[in-house]
Nanobody, 123 residues
Framework: QVQLVESGGGLVQPGGSLRLTCAAS????????MGWFRQAPKREREFVAS????????HYGDSVKGRFTISRDNPNNLVSLQMNNLKPEDTAVYYC????????????????WGQGTQVTVSS
């Protein structure tokens, strides 16, 4: 059984930064791709970023490229999302995701999910 716990969300002004962290447990963390998704009110869940099991490959949604950076800390079973130059349209609940297939480069729809953390970007 996997457990994913996000932290780091909150209220920030446009142009500000936040760092989200996801702590994972229950599986051999290092062999699974990790990712972040987000969902704004009345909108579908959107892909934000992913990182491969060995940290060699990262992917980003078009709306966050150049502003967000995903990273992982395997010894501590952590994945982070550094969010810079935040915009009001980044407001959403952000979900940590772990792939259910080993040794992949990205996270797909069969991922396991955390409970989410709210990010609000507003002046």
């Amino acid at each position: 059984q996997v457990q994913l716990v996000e932290s780091g969300g909150g209220l920030v002004q446009p142009g500000g930064s936040l760092r989200l962290t996801c702590a994972a447990s229950g599986r051999t963390f290092s062999v699974y791709a990790m990712g972040w998704f987000r969902q704004a009110p009345k909108r579908e869940r959107e892909f934000v970023a992913s990182i491969s099991w060995n940290s060699g490959v990262t992917h980003y949604g078009d709306s966050v490229k150049g502003r967000f950076t995903i990273s992982r800390d395997n010894p501590n079973n952590l994945v982070s999302l550094q969010m810079n130059n935040l915009k009001p349209e980044d407001t959403a609940v952000y979900y940590c995701a772990q792939a259910t297939t080993r040794f992949t480069a990205t996270v797909t729809g069969d991922a396991d999910w955390g409970q989410g953390t709210q990010v609000t970007v507003s002046s």
